[in-house]
């Protein structure tokens, strides 16, 4: 076994297009241009989802075939010769060499939590074009680009951890304050992910059984996968799916038998329920419950979003939302307050860019990959996956009513409790819609009530209802409304537990610098305590959460967003850092342009949440409107009593002071990153270069999700299969003196 510190030079190889590959490519470029330029300059008249499916798609075809394999072997240099830590250092519990088939379904089910589904459906009050220009061009540009490049450079760097890595390559000012402000970060976003989950459970036992079935199927998936038949996908993956039906339709029967009471849980159960089982999940081996429940998950969920497409484009329903509404300009929207910027920016927090995403591509999935070549496909692909998933929850909110939309979004203190009062304030918003027809539209799907269903989820849930029946049949309404609960329950859920292994990891790293031996994440003593932390942190806002008179999704996804869209633009920043440092300057603006325009949009909307005088967007307006209440002895509604009033007082207390607290975080790491790469390029012998050494891979595998013939030569050569593997024969790791 030979190690070196310079690689052989590889890249893709570069082979004229052939005449068919330009006519298909121009074919996808004009459909493209065709559906963006009818978004873009209908007014008035009747537009087809159709339009929207044929321009996400077109972009998000262009871009990956063209932009991603750009970045990949001309920015990064991705080699394929060159060893994993999931090949270097596999332990069967973190570090585990998994298939790329296997591994893009669990990074992808482990990214796309409730973001892709909730945001835009919250930000569709403006319009159907801002948000859905923005979900395309900042997943290309933006999203993609932070997730793959994050997973290349974790890669690179043993897995390590987004904070980790910039404790090292910015330095102790800015890595200190990167280190609190990721970890802190992801403490919110899971907790406003389990809410979305929590809102969507509670009282559905056809649901909860649903999901709680997904559980002894991932494990007997990875078993099945480890013990029983090692290396056959394709026969576990028929099983799963099987087995996943099997559970969807026996909600149905469960919500409509004795046994519906024991599965329909409060809030309060589901959310201890919920701690139990993230804690669980995060200690077990990531071939036992973590990747097989992620990989059995993305079946769904693709499944589900290609029926979508399919649905669309036979059904072509009409956007009934207007292009732009005038509340993007006014910034008065019954669903949230503030104007199209920056607010759109961060209520669409993920399918255009996350920074959630940075976490799993620095936590679990770099410990997984096989090749650096497999990163374009798992990083910028599964990105790209998600940003469609957050065009079909637009084409859903979108195709409603509008009247019917903001009835289901907009709160009881504006609209009221009754579908007479409902309707009354959905005229005065400039919309028509009769109680008859918001009884029938509850009735259509079996829900007592949709008024002020808000989160997004059941909004969604009827859209997609709405497209469905319209090729099945209204008959089938009902089914699909709880089929899609469900849906996005499971999506949620998967980015849950993968995210609380993520911060047992950071939480690792960051004690690890007091204590070392926190550092090994497999050690139990310290998994088991970091794990504990961690999900007791987000369980305790997850708590404030379901207790909020103001409502818990309304009051925390703003800050989700904010949180989101920071820990994003800390991503890039260490990303540009590590582009300059590594002596690439010229293509530093791969991720340096993104990384501006996020930290602009995101530390604007950070100043308004915290030094607005308006109660509706203002953190500390809020706090003090109703701590003058309190002193009046007054008891304002939503609340219905002191306790409810103080409770608003503290929340709101908190989420200002973790708002602005998270600005100056990421402020201090951008200005530190500023000053290590003027640093760099002044003095390029100084510095330090913490990528682990070149070692020669023993493995084989193929890029791409399917093999290519020079591929699959290769792994006949080698006597593999088509999910490919180690050289038999061949060992490379710790045994062999392989440094990590």
């Given at each position: 076994m030979s190690t070196t510190t310079a690689p052989p030079e590889t890249g893709a190889r570069r082979q004229p297009p052939s005449p068919q590959s330009i006519a298909i490519w121009a074919l996808v470029a004009i459909v493209g241009a065709i559906g963006w330029t009818v978004l873009?300059?209908?007014?008035?008249?009747?537009?087809?989802a159709a339009w929207m499916v044929a321009a996400a798609l077109g972009s998000y075809a262009i871009a990956y075939r063209f932009y991603s394999k750009f970045i990949t072997y001309k920015v990064l240099k991705a080699d394929k010769t060159r060893a994993t830590p999931a090949e270097l250092l596999d332990n069967g519990v973190d570090y585990h060499p998994t298939d790329r088939r296997v591994l893009l379904g669990h990074h992808f089910a482990a990214i796309s939590g409730a973001g892709p589904l909730v945001g835009p459906v919250l930000a569709a009050q403006m319009g159907y074009l801002p948000g859905t220009i923005w979900i395309v061009a900042g997943v290309i540009f933006a999203g993609a680009v932070q997730d793959m490049v994050v997973l290349f450079f974790s890669t690179r760097r043993g897995g390590r951890s987004l904070g980790q890595m910039a404790r090292e390559e910015i330095g102790p000012v800015g890595g200190v304050a990167a280190l609190c402000a990721v970890f802190a970060i992801m403490i919110i976003l899971l907790a406003v992910l389990a809410l979305v989950l929590i809102n969507a459970l509670a009282g559905?036992?056809?649901?909860?059984?649903?999901?709680?079935?997904?559980?002894p199927i991932a494990l007997l998936m990875g078993f099945y996968l480890r013990v029983i038949r090692p290396g056959r996908v394709a026969e576990v993956s028929l099983i799963g799916v099987g087995l996943l039906l099997l559970a969807l339709v026996g909600g149905k029967y469960v919500a409509d038998s004795s046994l519906a009471d024991t599965f329909t849980l409060s809030k309060e159960s589901l959310v201890i329920?919920?701690?139990?089982?993230?804690?669980?999940?995060?200690?077990?081996?990531v071939w036992m419950l973590l990747a097989p429940r992620d990989y059995l998950s993305t079946f769904m969920k693709m499944g589900t979003i290609v029926l979508l497409f399919i649905g669309v484009l036979v059904a072509a329903p009409a956007l009934q939302m207007d292009a732009v509404t005038d509340f993007a300009t006014a910034g008065t929207g019954p669903v949230f307050a503030g104007s199209l910027f920056p607010f759109v920016f961060i209520t669409i927090a993920c399918g255009a860019i996350s920074g959630f995403h940075s976490l799993i591509s620095s936590g679990t999935t770099p410990k997984m990959v096989e090749k650096e070549t497999q990163i374009r496909m798992i990083g910028y692909g599964s990105m790209l996956m998600e940003s469609s998933v957050a065009i079909m929850a637009m084409i859903a909110a979108c195709v409603l009513d509008p009247g019917l939309y903001f009835a289901m979004n907009s709160a009881p203190g504006v609209i009221g409790t009754t579908v007479d009062s409902a309707s009354q304030a959905i005229n005065g918003l400039g919309y028509s819609i009769t109680p008859d027809q918001l009884a029938a539209a509850a009735k259509a799907v079996e829900e007592p009530s949709l008024l002020s269903r808000t989160g997004g989820a059941p909004t969604f849930a009827v859209g997609v209802s709405e497209v469905f029946s319209q090729v099945?049949?209204?008959?089938l309404k009902a089914f699909w409304y709880h089929f899609a609960i469900m849906f996005e329950a499971l999506f949620i859920l998967t980015a849950i537990d993968a995210g609380t292994r993520v911060g047992r990891f950071?939480?690792?790293?960051?004690?690890?610098?007091?204590?070392?031996?926190?550092?090994?994440?497999s050690w139990w003593p310290g998994l088991l305590l970091t794990s504990a932390i961690t999900t007791g942190l987000w369980g305790y806002f997850l708590w404030t959460g379901v207790k909020d008179p103001l409502g818990g999704i309304n009051q925390l996804f703003p800050l989700f967003g904010i949180s989101n869209q920071l820990l994003g633009a800390v991503a890039l920043t260490v990303c540009?850092?590590?582009?300059?440092?590594?002596?690439?300057?010229?293509?530093?603006?791969?991720?340096?342009?993104?990384?501006?325009?996020?930290?602009?949009?995101?530390?604007?909307?950070?100043?308004?949440?915290?030094?607005?005088?308006?109660?509706?967007?203002?953190?500390?307006?809020?706090?003090?409107?109703?701590?003058?209440?309190?002193d009046a002895g007054k008891v304002v509604p939503p609340a219905t009593s002191k306790a409810d009033m103080e409770t608003i007082v503290t929340n709101t207390t908190v989420q200002g002071v973790l708002s602005a607290v998270f600005a100056i975080l990421v402020v201090i790491v951008i200005a530190d990153a500023a000053r290590v790469c003027i640093k760099a390029l002044r003095n390029p012998d100084t510095v330090v270069n913490h990528e682990e050494p070149y070692v020669e891979s023993k493995y084989v595998a193929p890029a791409q999700l399917f093999a290519t013939k020079e591929e699959k030569a290769e792994l006949a050569a080698a006597g593999l299969g088509s999910g490919g593997g180690r050289i038999p024969g061949q060992r490379v790791g710790a045994e062999e003196?392989?440094?990590?």
């Open positions: 873009a300059l209908s007014r008035g008249e009747e537009v087809s559905s036992p056809w649901g909860t059984f649903s999901i709680g079935m997904t559980i329920w919920l701690l139990v089982y993230s804690f669980i999940a995060s200690v077990l081996p099945t049949g209204n008959g950071m939480l690792q790293d960051t004690l690890g610098n007091i204590y070392k031996p926190l550092k090994q994440v540009t850092t590590l582009l300059i440092k590594s002596g690439r300057l010229k293509w530093a603006w791969v991720t340096g342009v993104p990384m501006v325009w996020v930290a602009v949009v995101t530390l604007t909307a950070s100043w308004q949440k915290v030094f607005s005088d308006d109660p509706r967007v203002g953190f500390f307006q809020q706090r003090d409107n109703a701590q003058a209440a309190i003196g392989a440094t990590s």
